[in-house]
């Protein structure tokens, strides 16, 4: 079956900018999803289709996808932006929805 | 604005079925663009994908839960279900019903029910 990996977690400072990464073989190929999750509450689509973003969602957050991996950007990090990140894909040759493994945000 | 509740019981005892509903309000579920499914969130883990369904009627389910998995529509009253049979002390989750586009992004969300398996 397919998997995604992410980081476990990454640390931020205020006003810099963290990179997530999702990998995962030739995901380049695929339609690479974004979810922000906060404690207690359902997750949040930030940014679908590799790298656009719902309406809603700041331009801070960003998307790539080439090779084996995908990177979610967030650009001048805000205390807000704590949170669990997951990515996801739809794995066509199995016709499987895969999250990928999570990494908790801390801002610093 | 389209929105999704889960109902359904909060304890449900080991081997016994596991059964919720989605319903959906603001939007009708026989729309041809999108997917139904439902997600799970064990305490303190990640997502795991349980299935989807397509408004004509064709699941996809976790290959994982597949033997277990049933996800059905009901348009007449604009809902989706979930049963998931024989489960264990590791189906304990809070479990999301969500809307998904034709490329697979989960657009909405409902806000999640705990249910616990416990005898």
């Known amino acids: 079956s397919y998997v995604l990996t992410q980081p476990p977690s990454v640390s931020v400072a205020p006003g810099q900018t963290a990179r997530i990464t999702c990998g995962g073989n030739?995901?380049?190929?695929?339609?690479v999803h974004w979810y922000q999750q906060k404690p207690g509450q359902a997750p949040v689509l930030v940014v679908y289709?590799?790298?656009d973003r719902p309406s809603g969602i700041p331009e801070r957050f960003s998307g790539s996808n080439s090779g084996n991996t995908a990177t979610l950007t967030i650009s001048r990090v805000e205390a807000g932006d704590e949170a669990d990140y997951y990515c996801?894909?739809?794995?066509?040759?199995?016709?499987?929805?895969?999250f990928g493994t999570g990494t908790k945000v801390t801002v610093l | 604005q389209l929105q999704l509740q889960e109902s359904g019981p909060g304890l449900v005892k080991p081997s016994e079925t596991l059964s919720l509903t989605c319903t959906v309000s603001?939007?009708?579920?026989?729309?041809?663009?999108?997917?139904w499914g439902w997600i799970r969130q064990p305490p303190g883990k990640g997502l795991e994908w349980i299935g989807s369904?397509?408004?004509?009627?064709?699941?996809y389910y976790n290959p994982s839960l597949k033997s277990r998995v049933t996800i059905s529509v009901d348009t007449s009253k604009n809902q989706f279900s979930l049963k998931l049979s024989s489960v264990t002390a590791a189906d304990t989750a809070v479990y999301y019903c969500?809307?998904?586009?034709?490329?697979?992004?989960?657009?909405?969300w409902g806000q999640g029910t705990l249910v616990t398996v416990s005898s």
């Open positions: 969500a809307r998904s586009t034709t490329a697979m992004a989960t657009i909405t």
């Open positions: 603001g939007g009708s579920i026989s729309s041809s663009s999108y997917y």
């Open positions: 369904i397509y408004y004509s009627g064709s699941t």
């Open positions: 030739n995901i380049g190929s695929k339609s």
């Open positions: 289709d590799d790298s």
């Open positions: 996801q894909v739809w794995d066509s040759s199995s016709d499987h929805l895969v």
